[in-house]
């Protein structure tokens, strides 16, 4: 399970729809160092399919996927250096 893996913060975007889910993982990203952690609570459907891919896309690494009892998902990723 991802209890595991450590996270340096967490936000909560299953109140926001796409694609300003993404727009607000980037900015939360922009407070980390690269290698810190993020953890993301997002909702299934479009978040789910597509903040992953964008993550991977912009080099970042997707560390850990749970579905949660209530449809929403944990996603923890790990900032990359290739971001801009």
């Keep these: 399970m991802s209890e595991t893996v ?5 936000i909560d975007i299953t109140d926001v729809v796409c694609p300003i889910t993404f727009v607000k993982v980037k900015m939360a990203l922009e407070d980390l160092e690269d290698g810190q952690n993020l953890r993301i609570h997002l909702n ?3 978040p789910i399919q597509n903040v992953p891919r964008s993550l991977k896309d912009e080099g970042h690494k997707v560390l850990s996927v749970d579905r949660k009892d209530d449809g929403t998902y944990d996603l923890v990723v790990q900032k ?3 971001s801009a």
């Design 6 to 10: 450590r996270t340096d913060h967490v």
């Design 44 to 46: 299934e459907g479009e």
């Design 80 to 82: 990359g250096g290739l």
